[in-house]
T-cell receptor
Framework: GQNIDQPTEMTATEGAIVQINCTYQ??????LFWYQQHAGEAPTFLSY????GLEEKGRFSSFLSRSKGYSYLLLKELQMKDSASYLC??????????FGAGTTVTVRA | IAGITQAPTSQILAAGRRMTLRCTQD?????MYWYRQDLGLGLRLIHY???????GKGEVPDGYSVSRANTDDFPLTLASAVPSQTSVYFC?????????????FGPGTRLTVL
């Protein structure tokens, strides 16, 4: 299995930037996903990284360093609707996903 | 409407009862998964199926069984429910022939076992 660590909670102000870190330990790796999950809803796909570097998609960016077992999700120009849980998930060698416990982001006006 | 559906939306169940959670997808995905989500623990894989006719055990399979008779349906059965199975259950599917195997999640079933 995997050890996947991410902070439990983060709070930020509307319009600000928040960075959610994720560290993982694995013996096999086929990529890293970030999912967004609003309270009471299903997780929805945000990003996927398999190569080192930064992937930018609008206000959201995701970074991966395979050698360090590290990823982050960067949320820019925060909006109230970004209040949600953000799940880091590693695609294992057998192509199953292992999830971190999630980071709850609260955006305040 | 393309996607993945689950039924029921929520259920309260007496301990010892049998319960089947239903999951159907119309995206012709070959792979399907069942997860449970508990506060502070994140999503944990219960069972999975890489293709119709095959199933496998995930991280927390005890007390659960699955079947995959066809591509679209992947029911999860609790043979004799216990209170520790109180959780939110998510079904997901993916096309594992895709390079990154993105999983799509159903809306979830909230199960309470008393």
């Amino acid at each position: 299995g995997q050890n996947i660590d991410q902070p439990t909670e983060m709070t930020a102000t509307e319009g600000a930037i928040v960075q959610i870190n994720c560290t993982y330990q694995t013996s096999g790796f086929n990529g890293l996903f970030w999912y967004q999950q609003h309270a009471g809803e299903a997780p929805t796909f945000l990003s996927y990284n398999v190569l080192d570097g930064l992937e930018e998609k609008g206000r959201f960016s995701s970074f991966l360093s395979r050698s360090k077992g590290y990823s982050y999700l960067l949320l820019k120009e925060l909006q109230m609707k970004d209040s949600a849980s953000y799940l880091c998930a590693v695609l294992e060698a057998d192509y199953k996903l292992s999830f971190g416990a999630g980071t709850t982001v609260t955006v305040r006006a | 409407i393309a996607g993945i559906t689950q039924a029921p939306t929520s259920q309260i169940l007496a301990a010892g009862r049998r319960m089947t959670l239903r999951c159907t997808q119309d995206m012709r995905h070959n792979a399907m998964y069942w997860y449970r989500q508990d506060l502070g623990l994140g999503l944990r894989l219960i069972h999975y199926s890489n293709t119709a006719g095959t199933t496998g055990k995930g991280e927390v399979p005890d007390g659960y069984s699955v079947s995959r008779a066809n591509t679209d349906d992947f029911p999860l059965t609790l043979a004799s429910a216990v209170p520790s199975q109180t959780s939110v259950y998510f079904c997901a599917s993916s096309d594992s022939t895709d390079s990154y195997n993105e999983q799509f999640f159903g809306p979830g079933t909230r199960l309470t076992v008393l």
